[in-house]
């Protein structure tokens, strides 16, 4: 892999911290208007940015990860503070499965995470995994733990269990594409890092990453010659 790929792919690890920054600016920028889940929904195309930012703070408090796709128009809003408010919104909506008890095991494996358990926390969402394998983030934050502890074949099998559930999630996206890339299958990295591009267009640095792919696979291709 090139050094220019290797600087730019962002780890796994810098989506979460990028969803806390973001839930928090989230947080300090809603008004204290109290919305319900349908004046929610509703406010996130009003033409008032503020408005729209206080649709998000009260959807990520009240939807599930159902609702995540339709913040997805607001991560290309005209405004940066709106873009931010959807990024953390989506995040948020992602780690909500619906119910209650998967909900506490969730935030369990996450507390666990911060503890620096590994161990423990990939107990936890195995757990959830198998009671509730629909719920996709179980399967990201795993993926994102075995990334961490350099299991990257356990972490790309759970990236693509993500997929399958949301194939619009631009984490895993972008995070199975950076272990592609190491493993020189820029084609395969630079199609994943296209499609996260399309659905989040201000991802970090992901025009830098998708150039320094097609320079890598524009090289295997003289060599080829």
Known sequence: MSSLLRCTLPPILRLALAFALCALQLAHAASEE???YPQARKALSHAEPQR???GLYHLGKLGTAKDAAAVYVLLDDAEPTVR???LGTVWQLWGKSGDAAIDKLYQEG???MQDGDMPKAIKVFSDIIAKRPAFAEAWNKRATIYYMSGDYALSMQDCEEVLK????????LVGYAQMLAEREQ????????ERASKVNPYLANAELMMAALRIQIENKRKNMI
């Not at 949301?166 to 895993?172: C, E, M, N, V």
């Not at 820029?186 to 890092?193: C, D, F, G, I």
């Open 34 to 36: 109290k919305l319900s």
């Open 52 to 54: 729209r930012i206080n």
């Open 84 to 86: 931010q408010a959807a």
């Open 110 to 112: 996450l507390d666990r």
């Open 165 to 172: 559930r949301i194939p619009t999630h631009f984490g895993a």
């Open 186 to 193: 820029p084609e395969k990295a630079l199609n994943l890092m």
